[in-house]
Structure formats: C-alpha cells, structure tokens
C-alpha cells in the first residue's frame, strides 16, 4: 500500500462532468430555437437594439466633451442585455467598467449609469436601489465581492444570487482566481460570466492564457464551465438563467465564458487599428448579434418592418433623452467631497473642509 | 458540548482578575458575536484551531463555523469577501495571521473597503474590521513583524486603531466592530500575552474611537506613543525620574482618526515632546505626529518635536531586533536632546 492509497488523499470529484463542451452553445439558428418562448426574444430584441443604440450615443457623447471617456460594448450587447435580464429582482448584479449597457438593462437610470464616466462622482446610483454594485474598474476585483454577498445571502436563507461580471483580461488577475476558489469552497450562489472579447486592451488572448478555453478554468476549482456563444443573446440568456437557477437551489457556482468580440475600440481614447487587422473585425460583424436575432425572428413570423422600426424610434426616444439630459451641467457641490468619507468626519477632515468652504467664498467674492 | 467548553476555557477571560490581552480580545469577539447575529469571524485557522494566537479559541465551537469561518488561504479573497458579506448587511470582523501576510489585501482595503462609502455617496458603507496582529519583539522570523500603520493610515476612509492594555483591547474591539466604518485594529502582538486586572466593561462604557489618553501626567516633557511601544515608554518615565526629569505619556490608541486635543494639551503643559513607535522613522505616523504637534504647539515648545522609531530598514532578523526596536535608553537619549538649559 502506497501513501496514496490511504484515507489521506482521494480526488475529490470527477472532473468529467465540469468540463465545458468544446463547441460554444448556440441557439439561434438551430432547430432548439423553435421551443424559445417569443415574449422573451421579442424583449430580448427591444434591448439588443436599444443597447446598440447607447453604446452609439454614449461614444458621441465623449466627442462632445460630455463623458470623460466611454468603454463600448459594441458588439457585445447579446452579453450585457442577457446578463441584465436573466437575473431576478432580488439578484445582485457585479459590473466591470464596461458594463454600464448591463447596468441600464438591469433598471439603473442611463444618466445615473454614466456617472462615473462623466466624473461628478465616482457611482451615480445606489447600489441597493437595483442589486447593481458599483461599476469596478481594478479588474476582477468586485468577483470576491460578489462571492461574499452570494455567501451571505445563503448564510441569510434568502434564495438570491449574484452574477459577477469580468473580460479576458480579468481572468490573468490573483482576484480571479481567488473568487473561484472562495465561490466554490463555500458553494456560493454565485455565476462568474467571462465576456472573452478577444483583447484587454490592445493584449490578445493567446498571451493572457495557456487554458484550452477559459472556461476550462472552471475544473480547477471544482465548479461546471459552460462556454457560449456571446453572440446568441438567446443562448446566453438560457445558459446563465440556468447556472442561476442551480446557484439559487444550493447547487454552487458556475463559470460561464461567453465567446464574443470587442467591435469598437478599448475606449475613444484608444486606436485599435496598431494592434488588430480589419478582415478580422469584419469577420465578426458578420456574426452581429442584433443580426443574429433579427434573422431569427424574422424567419419565423415574430418581426416585421413595423416591429425592426418601432425597437428603432424606442432606441431613439432612449438616446434622445440621454442625450439632453447628459448636456445639462451637472449640479457639483465640492463641499460634497467631505461628506461621505467617514461616518462622522474626522476632526483633521472638519479643518479640511472649513478651508474649502473659505477659498469657496473668496472665489465668489473674486 | 464538552468539545465547546473545553476549547472555549483555554482562553476565555475570567470575569474579573488578571487576565491577558488575548484573553480580553477574545471576549470582545465573543460578547460581539453573541450580541448582533450580523457579527461573522473570518480568517485563516480561525476555527478549530482558534487562531495561531488564539484569539479565536473557542468560538467556532459556540458560534458554529458560519459565524466564525476557516477560509482559504488567499488575504485578498478574505477581504474581498467580506466586503460582499458587509454590502449584504453583515458585519464580518476578518483575521490576517500577521502584519506581512496582511499586504495581499491591500488592494481590497485601498480600493474598495477604505472608499465604498464614498464613491457610493455614502449607500454602502462597509463595517468591516480588520484585525492584524503587529510588531516585532516576539523573536519572530522573517514576515513575521512589521509595523504597518503607516500604509493604513495615510488610506482616506480607514480608521486606525491600536489597544496598549488589557481594558483598552476589549473596549476597542468592540467599539469597532459596533462601528459604520471599516477599521484597522492592529494588535501589537507582544503583549497578547501582558496581563492586568479587568473586568469587561459594558458595551455603553467601552473606549470609544478616536480618544487619546494620558497614562501618566508629567510635567518636563510628553511622550506620545502608542499600541507596543506604550510600556517602554512607561518604563522610560520611570527611569527618567533618576535624572530628574518628570515624563508624561499619552497613549494614542486611535491613530486615525488623530487626537489632536488631548495631545496639544499635554505638549503645551510639558514644551518639549518626543513621539515613539516601532515602525520606520521616514514617512512615518510619528512624521505626521510631529507635523500636527508643531503646527499646533509651535508657540510653546521649547524643542523641535523628536522621534524615536525603528531604523529605515527592512525589519531585522530575530537576532538582531533589540537593537532596532526602541528601547528605554534611546528613549532617555532622544529626551536628554530636547535642549535642556545647562546647570
């Protein structure tokens, strides 16, 4: 008898059924899509097109001086709206940055969304008002965060569960990492959705990871990897409403990667032309997933000119509130900056803010 | 449960007599966890084991293991986790085995649990407390004891706090975990082990946050100290009565946020001030000790305000850390600089 056959060691699970299936899911398109209930891929629909338009508005936003900078998901929208709709009110929403289109689909006001873009404050909603956290921009950082709410919330007895949002590049960091382990340890209601599109930045997967596909990553924790087609909004849809449903019954986490692609550039700041070629972006237009629906539902009698025109003028009506609502100054009250760092500020903070509010007052006097 | 007596009487305060400093922080987690089921301990070995320095004895057994939690090893995911469980409406008082093993986490406490109050515009305030045991003076091996206040408290959003006594370790660990905001409760580590008289106060009459205390009037010259530095400089005054000269100390107990009231007025009373801690001198707490005390008292100092810290190194192996950590003599030395009149 070996030291290995002894009590003290065994495997703890069969990595067998983890294993994510080797082709990305997909719905549309295939014979399964016929059992989609139409309700759903109709308001799947309204949101995809509207989507689309808020990335498009909030972009133009950034030339006009208006949002400090805007990170698109342009082409990522079947992710966002998916992420947004499978959840259950009492769920809780983990966003990264260029996650705003998921937040507005969730409920939160466009304007309050983009708070932290146009920068008068950092999260421009309150987080419980919606069960969204705050916008993260240290990647992967809010992952533990979503694990420890999901942990309580089971600790609590409440059926919630939370949905952790992350890109390609998010899954390189210790936080990553560290989430997983802690999600399935505890067995937490918890979904981890990898939005791989392609790039962090200008770094191209191939140099973030060695892993067969990012959801093989799954396996190592011992917790199921699902890999999708981030462009099927129905597939998604289905995929996470049903790692949610298992998170809620007690069944533990799930690592979902969702195979899409980044079509605008990282950010309005950046130039995505120095580090990817245009054959490429075009080959995904070509699998567009506003396109991917429309197809769809066309095909099958659900949408007409009428309907593909109404989803516009809602989408319109969407962008042009946005858009005069974002070119009102927002109201700034610097003496704000004091308000919320502790409960009760500090004496050095009370000096601190005395000293603001005179130069305040020798300003309007100048 | 016989397991649960047994465990929890190891280290479980005796309600009035001598008892030590670990004993009295583990009753504080003790009468915090049974007064507010939102109250969860989490940490490496904190469970059966009941903590490498067993704070925690006892309480997985009393409280079972969703109350007081053995995580995984990973400081990050601990912290990060419990500012989940915080924006969920619990109260997670967390555990990092030491100083140095505490510096994954930074980014957590930097980024997320010092500001989610603010960038929340005060929704989601996070009361979180963090427990570290600190300092050196245990003969520990390398990693094993840094002072790291200074990268705390110079982080808008945290409170710093730190017990010197018995009495203060209780009040204090309950004060914080009672608090709103997340707290750094650093636990000098060489005097889990120190002993007074103490019985544990009410929840109504524990120290509250922010408040320095003299530990000795003096009327020559203040030392300002705080967390493991408090009983040299006690033992300094002591010895400083054989030269003649009468010390005070204050024993800072919250380094953010900072007494200032209480510490003016003892420097004003005595003109001459020195401050003492372990850790580095340069970029310190007692560089901003110094800063307020000058800026506050400039008109009736009769000294430039001193410091007496560690050396601007790397934290010595065990065998050398005698002569790094501040000790009675360069206590005396640093008090016989502040320009006495001759004769």
Known sequence: MTVLDTPAWRPRADAAPLLPDP?????????????????????LYGQLVRGRRYNRQATALTRQGRLAVYPSSTGQEACEIAAALALRPHDWLFPSYRDTLAVIARGVDPVEALTLLRGDWHTGYDPREHRVAPLSTPLATQLPHAVGLAHAARLSGDPVAALALVGDGGTSEGDFHEALNFAAVWRAPVVFLVQNNGFAISVPLDKQTAAPTLAHKAVGYGMPGRLVDGNDVAAVHQVLTEALERAREGGGPTLVEAVTYRIDAHTNADDATRYREESEVAAWRAHDPVELLERELTGRGLLDDAGRQRAMDEAEAMAADLRERMHEDPPLDPMELFAHVYAEPTPQLREQAAQLRAELAAERQS | MTTATTAADRTAAPARGPATMAQALNRALRDSLAADPAVHV?????????????????????FGEDRCTDTPLAEAGILGAAVGMAMYGLRPVVEMQFDAFAYPAFEQLVSHVARMRNRTRGALPLPITV????????????????????????????HVVTPATVEDAYGLLRAAIASDDPVIFLEPKRLYWSKADWSPQEPSDVAPIGRAVVRRPGRTATLITYGPSLPVCLEAAEAAQEEGWDLGVVDLRSLVPFDEETVAAA??????????????????AGAEIAARVTERCFHHLEAPVLRVAGFDIPYPPPMLERHHLPGVDRILDAVGRLQWEEG
Do not use: C, K, N
């Open chain 1, 23 to 43: 082709e990305p899911y997909r719905l549309l398109g295939t014979p399964a899509a016929a059992d989609l209930d139409p309700a759903l891929l109709s308001r």
């Open chain 2, 42 to 62: 989490m940490g490496e070995d904190v469970g059966t084991l009941g903590g490498v320095f067993r704070i925690t004895d006892g309480l997985t057994a009393e």
């Open chain 2, 131 to 158: 427990r570290i045991p600190y300092g050196g003076g245990i003969g520990g091996v390398e990693h094993h004891s840094d002072s790291s206040e200074a990268y705390y408290l110079h982080t808008p959003g945290l």
């Open chain 2, 267 to 284: 420097v004003r009373g005595t003109g001459r001030a020195v401050v003492v801690h372990e850790s580095s001198s340069f970029g310190g």
